[in-house]
C-alpha cells in the first residue's frame, strides 16, 4: 500500500514543484535547471560508483563482508535513477543519497530492521577462529627422485 501511496504522491510532489518553481523563475531557467542536475548528477554518480566498486573490490581481496559497500553501491544506483529523472523532489533525494552520512544513516536504519542468520564467504565449511600465527596455503610434495636438475628451485635456500 506505501508503494501505491509513493508512485501517486511523488508525480503529484513533482508538477507542484514544476509549477512553484515555473512560476518564480521562469520555464526556460526552470528547464536548464533540470538539465544542469541531471549531468551533474550523472557525473557525481559515475565518481561515487567509481568509489564504491573501489571499496568492494577491496573487500572481497581482503575476505571481508561486503555488506557495507554492495549497500553504498545500491544506493548510489538509486541516487543515479532519481538524478535521471526529471524533478526537484526526486533531484533532491538522489543528491542527499549521494553523500556518504546520509547513506551510513539509511544503513544503520536498515541495520535495525534486518536481521542476517548466516554470512560466511570464502568457504565450504565453518570457518575456524582467526589466529594470526596460521598461515593458509596449497602446497603439494615433489617426489626428489623425479624432479628434474639439482638446482634449487627458488623458493627455499639451503643450508
Known amino acids: 500500500m506505501w508503494l501505491f501511496l509513493a508512485f501517486l504522491s511523488v508525480p503529484i510532489v513533482e508538477i507542484a514543484l514544476f509549477i ?13 535547471i533540470v538539465i544542469l542536475t541531471a549531468v551533474l548528477g550523472a557525473w557525481l554518480v559515475r565518481t561515487q560508483g567509481r568509489l564504491a566498486i573501489n571499496d568492494l573490490r577491496r573487500s572481497f581481496s581482503e575476505l571481508d563482508d561486503p555488506t557495507e559497500p554492495l549497500a553504498h553501491g545500491a544506493m548510489i544506483l538509486v541516487a543515479g535513477a532519481l538524478l535521471l529523472t526529471p524533478g526537484f523532489f526526486t533531484d533532491a533525494v538522489g543528491f542527499s543519497l549521494l553523500m556518504p552520512p546520509v547513506r551510513q544513516a539509511v544503513l544503520a536504519y536498515l541495520r535495525k530492521r534486518v536481521h542476517v542468520a548466516r554470512f560466511e564467504m ?17 602446497y603439494h610434495e615433489v617426489d626428489p627422485a623425479t624432479r628434474s636438475g639439482d ?3 627458488g623458493w627455499t635456500v639451503r643450508h
Do not use: E, F, M, Y
Not at 512553484?20 to 536548464?32: E, F, H, K, M, N
Open 20 to 32: 512553484q518553481v515555473g512560476g518564480a523563475i521562469g520555464l526556460w531557467p526552470t528547464l536548464g
Open 151 to 153: 638446482k634449487p628451485s
Open 122 to 138: 570464502g568457504r565450504d565449511g565453518p570457518r575456524p577462529p582467526h589466529d594470526p600465527g596460521i598461515i593458509d596455503g596449497d
